[in-house]
Protein backbone atom coordinates (compact mmCIF):
# COMPACT_ATOMS: atom_id res chain seq x y z
CA UNK A 1 0.00 0.00 0.00
CA UNK A 2 1.15 3.52 -0.33
CA UNK A 3 3.44 4.73 2.63
CA UNK A 4 5.73 7.54 3.32
CA UNK A 5 8.98 6.48 5.13
CA UNK A 6 12.03 8.10 6.66
CA UNK A 7 15.24 6.55 5.73
CA UNK A 8 17.37 7.08 9.15
CA UNK A 9 15.13 7.04 12.69
CA UNK A 10 17.75 9.53 14.24
CA UNK A 11 20.07 11.93 12.73
CA UNK A 12 22.80 13.63 14.65
CA UNK A 13 25.05 16.67 13.95
CA UNK A 14 27.45 19.00 14.67
CA UNK A 15 26.23 22.22 15.66
CA UNK A 16 26.78 24.79 12.01
CA UNK A 17 26.72 21.94 10.39
CA UNK A 18 23.95 21.36 7.65
CA UNK A 19 21.47 18.61 7.95
CA UNK A 20 19.95 16.61 5.67
CA UNK A 21 16.69 14.60 6.33
CA UNK A 22 15.30 12.12 3.61
CA UNK A 23 11.70 10.76 2.82
CA UNK A 24 10.49 7.97 0.42
CA UNK A 25 7.08 8.08 -0.69
CA UNK A 26 5.23 5.64 -2.64
CA UNK A 27 2.36 6.82 -4.31
CA UNK A 28 3.02 8.60 -7.80
CA UNK A 29 -0.64 10.61 -6.97
CA UNK A 30 0.26 12.54 -4.48
CA UNK A 31 1.05 16.08 -4.95
CA UNK A 32 1.62 17.98 -2.52
CA UNK A 33 3.91 17.44 0.05
CA UNK A 34 4.80 19.16 3.57
CA UNK A 35 7.64 19.23 6.44
CA UNK A 36 7.05 19.56 10.39
CA UNK A 37 8.87 19.73 13.25
CA UNK A 38 7.80 18.59 16.31
CA UNK A 39 9.56 19.24 19.81
CA UNK A 40 9.11 17.13 22.68
CA UNK A 41 5.76 17.89 24.05
CA UNK A 42 4.08 19.88 21.29
CA UNK A 43 2.38 19.22 18.08
CA UNK A 44 3.73 18.90 15.05
CA UNK A 45 5.02 22.57 13.63
CA UNK A 46 4.62 23.53 9.62
CA UNK A 47 8.10 24.37 8.22
CA UNK A 48 8.05 24.27 4.33
CA UNK A 49 5.48 22.93 1.76
CA UNK A 50 6.37 22.27 -2.13
CA UNK A 51 3.72 21.15 -4.49
CA UNK A 52 4.57 18.38 -7.27
CA UNK A 53 4.82 20.97 -10.23
CA UNK A 54 8.19 22.21 -8.61
CA UNK A 55 11.36 20.30 -7.73
CA UNK A 56 13.08 22.70 -4.40
CA UNK A 57 11.67 25.50 -2.43
CA UNK A 58 13.99 27.71 -0.16
CA UNK A 59 12.50 28.99 2.99
CA UNK A 60 14.86 30.67 6.00
CA UNK A 61 17.59 28.19 6.71
CA UNK A 62 15.96 25.08 4.76
CA UNK A 63 15.34 23.82 1.59
CA UNK A 64 13.06 21.27 0.03
CA UNK A 65 14.18 19.29 -2.71
CA UNK A 66 11.43 17.11 -4.52
CA UNK A 67 12.70 14.35 -7.54
CA UNK A 68 9.38 12.60 -8.02
CA UNK A 69 11.09 10.41 -10.65
CA UNK A 70 12.49 8.28 -7.43
CA UNK A 71 9.87 9.62 -5.08
CA UNK A 72 12.10 11.13 -3.21
CA UNK A 73 11.64 14.38 -0.66
CA UNK A 74 14.45 15.50 1.24
CA UNK A 75 14.84 18.50 3.99
CA UNK A 76 18.09 20.63 4.08
CA UNK A 77 18.86 23.02 6.80
CA UNK A 78 21.56 24.99 6.92
CA UNK A 79 24.11 26.03 9.77
CA UNK A 80 22.07 23.79 11.93
CA UNK A 81 21.15 25.11 15.22
CA UNK A 82 20.61 23.33 19.26
CA UNK A 83 17.13 24.77 18.92
CA UNK A 84 16.54 22.82 15.15
CA UNK A 85 16.77 19.40 18.00
CA UNK A 86 13.49 17.63 17.67
CA UNK A 87 11.83 14.96 15.53
CA UNK A 88 10.75 16.12 11.68
CA UNK A 89 7.91 14.50 9.61
CA UNK A 90 7.29 14.28 5.73
CA UNK A 91 3.82 14.25 4.71
CA UNK A 92 2.22 13.86 1.82
CA UNK A 93 -1.29 14.98 0.52
CA UNK A 94 -3.15 12.09 -1.35
CA UNK A 95 -4.67 13.97 -4.76
CA UNK A 96 -7.61 11.67 -4.79
CA UNK A 97 -8.60 11.91 -1.13
CA UNK A 98 -7.00 15.43 0.28
CA UNK A 99 -5.71 14.01 3.12
CA UNK A 100 -2.23 13.61 4.41
CA UNK A 101 -0.13 10.96 5.18
CA UNK A 102 2.64 10.95 7.48
CA UNK A 103 6.34 9.47 7.53
CA UNK A 104 7.52 7.70 11.24
CA UNK A 105 9.52 10.89 11.59
CA UNK A 106 13.53 11.17 12.25
CA UNK A 107 14.96 12.60 15.12
CA UNK A 108 17.56 14.87 14.59
CA UNK A 109 19.86 15.65 17.13
CA UNK A 110 22.27 19.00 16.95
CA UNK A 111 25.36 18.42 19.11
CA UNK A 112 27.20 21.46 20.60
CA UNK B 1 -3.82 35.48 12.73
CA UNK B 2 -5.30 32.20 12.69
CA UNK B 3 -4.73 29.75 16.44
CA UNK B 4 -5.92 26.71 17.69
CA UNK B 5 -6.56 25.94 21.36
CA UNK B 6 -6.57 22.09 22.84
CA UNK B 7 -7.18 21.49 26.42
CA UNK B 8 -6.71 19.59 29.01
CA UNK B 9 -3.01 19.48 28.21
CA UNK B 10 -2.35 15.95 29.81
CA UNK B 11 -5.46 13.68 31.15
CA UNK B 12 -5.24 10.51 33.22
CA UNK B 13 -8.65 8.57 33.18
CA UNK B 14 -9.66 5.62 34.83
CA UNK B 15 -10.57 2.61 32.19
CA UNK B 16 -14.23 3.21 31.68
CA UNK B 17 -14.59 6.58 32.13
CA UNK B 18 -16.02 9.10 29.73
CA UNK B 19 -13.79 11.56 27.76
CA UNK B 20 -14.38 14.63 26.21
CA UNK B 21 -11.19 16.25 24.54
CA UNK B 22 -11.83 19.82 22.99
CA UNK B 23 -10.66 21.84 19.99
CA UNK B 24 -11.22 24.98 19.08
CA UNK B 25 -9.84 27.41 16.00
CA UNK B 26 -9.63 31.17 16.12
CA UNK B 27 -9.10 33.87 12.70
CA UNK B 28 -10.40 31.77 10.27
CA UNK B 29 -13.72 30.36 8.86
CA UNK B 30 -15.25 27.63 7.51
CA UNK B 31 -11.82 25.25 8.37
CA UNK B 32 -11.27 21.93 7.67
CA UNK B 33 -10.62 20.16 11.30
CA UNK B 34 -8.83 16.31 11.79
CA UNK B 35 -8.28 14.35 15.13
CA UNK B 36 -5.21 12.87 15.39
CA UNK B 37 -3.45 10.43 17.41
CA UNK B 38 0.28 9.69 18.17
CA UNK B 39 1.97 6.81 20.00
CA UNK B 40 5.17 6.96 21.49
CA UNK B 41 7.83 7.42 18.79
CA UNK B 42 5.25 6.96 16.11
CA UNK B 43 3.73 8.85 13.30
CA UNK B 44 0.65 10.53 13.09
CA UNK B 45 -2.96 8.73 12.53
CA UNK B 46 -6.05 9.92 11.25
CA UNK B 47 -8.67 9.31 12.86
CA UNK B 48 -11.53 12.00 12.06
CA UNK B 49 -12.00 14.79 9.54
CA UNK B 50 -14.87 16.94 9.21
CA UNK B 51 -15.53 19.71 6.23
CA UNK B 52 -18.19 21.48 8.13
CA UNK B 53 -21.25 21.37 10.91
CA UNK B 54 -22.07 18.52 11.80
CA UNK B 55 -20.21 16.24 8.95
CA UNK B 56 -17.72 13.79 10.68
CA UNK B 57 -15.71 11.22 8.60
CA UNK B 58 -14.54 8.65 10.53
CA UNK B 59 -11.01 6.96 9.57
CA UNK B 60 -10.74 3.41 11.26
CA UNK B 61 -13.45 1.82 13.69
CA UNK B 62 -12.46 2.25 17.53
CA UNK B 63 -13.99 3.22 20.44
CA UNK B 64 -14.16 7.18 20.10
CA UNK B 65 -16.13 9.48 18.19
CA UNK B 66 -16.10 13.16 16.94
CA UNK B 67 -18.49 15.75 16.83
CA UNK B 68 -18.30 19.55 15.49
CA UNK B 69 -21.31 21.46 17.02
CA UNK B 70 -19.84 24.96 15.82
CA UNK B 71 -17.84 25.52 12.95
CA UNK B 72 -14.77 26.21 14.67
CA UNK B 73 -15.15 23.69 17.59
CA UNK B 74 -14.41 19.84 17.32
CA UNK B 75 -14.28 17.38 19.72
CA UNK B 76 -13.53 13.99 20.28
CA UNK B 77 -15.13 11.57 22.73
CA UNK B 78 -15.93 8.73 24.20
CA UNK B 79 -18.24 6.75 26.57
CA UNK B 80 -16.09 4.59 28.23
CA UNK B 81 -12.43 4.63 27.56
CA UNK B 82 -10.42 1.35 27.02
CA UNK B 83 -6.45 0.68 28.10
CA UNK B 84 -5.79 1.33 24.59
CA UNK B 85 -7.14 4.82 24.35
CA UNK B 86 -3.68 6.26 25.98
CA UNK B 87 -1.52 8.63 23.62
CA UNK B 88 -1.05 11.45 22.50
CA UNK B 89 -3.99 13.41 21.15
CA UNK B 90 -4.19 16.12 17.56
CA UNK B 91 -6.60 18.65 16.56
CA UNK B 92 -5.53 20.38 13.56
CA UNK B 93 -7.12 22.61 10.85
CA UNK B 94 -6.25 23.59 7.19
CA UNK B 95 -8.22 26.32 5.13
CA UNK B 96 -10.25 24.81 2.19
CA UNK B 97 -8.86 23.81 -0.76
CA UNK B 98 -6.54 21.59 -2.89
CA UNK B 99 -2.69 21.45 -1.15
CA UNK B 100 -3.40 23.54 2.14
CA UNK B 101 -1.08 22.82 4.90
CA UNK B 102 -2.81 21.36 8.04
CA UNK B 103 -1.79 23.17 11.51
CA UNK B 104 -1.39 21.68 14.66
CA UNK B 105 -2.55 22.23 18.38
CA UNK B 106 -0.31 21.44 21.41
CA UNK B 107 -2.27 18.04 22.03
CA UNK B 108 -3.57 15.95 25.01
CA UNK B 109 -1.48 13.20 26.98
CA UNK B 110 -3.88 11.36 27.82
CA UNK B 111 -3.50 8.44 30.19
CA UNK B 112 -5.42 5.68 30.82
CA UNK B 113 -5.19 3.67 34.02
Known amino acids: GESVGLHLPTLSVQEGDNSIINCAYSNSASDYFIWYKQESGKGPQFIID?????NKRQGQRVTVLLNKTVKHLSLQIAATQPGDSAVYFCAENMRATGKLIFGQGTTLQVKP | SQTIHQWPATLVQPVGSPLSLECTVE??????LYWYRQAAGRGLQLLFY??????ISSEVPQNLSASRPQDRQFILSSKKLLLSDSGFYLCAWSPRGSNQPQHFGDGTRLSIL
Open chain 2, 50 to 55: SVGIGQ
Open chain 2, 27 to 32: GTSNPN
Open chain 1, 50 to 54: IRSNM
